[in-house]
């Protein structure tokens, strides 16, 4: 086996990146599927 050459820790800020960038997709969702809720009770 071969030795470890180095080891690569991931960037933090990368990651608060990525989650805050997840968080918005999912209060846009959220905002949507209510709108939808909202032409669907309407629509009869």
Known sequence: ???VDRILEPSEDVVAIYHQA?????LKLQ????AY???MCHSY
């Open 31 to 34: 905002t949507d599927q209510l």
């Open 1 to 3: 086996m071969s030795g």
């Open 37 to 39: 809720r909202d032409m």
């Open 22 to 26: 997840k968080y918005q997709v999912f």
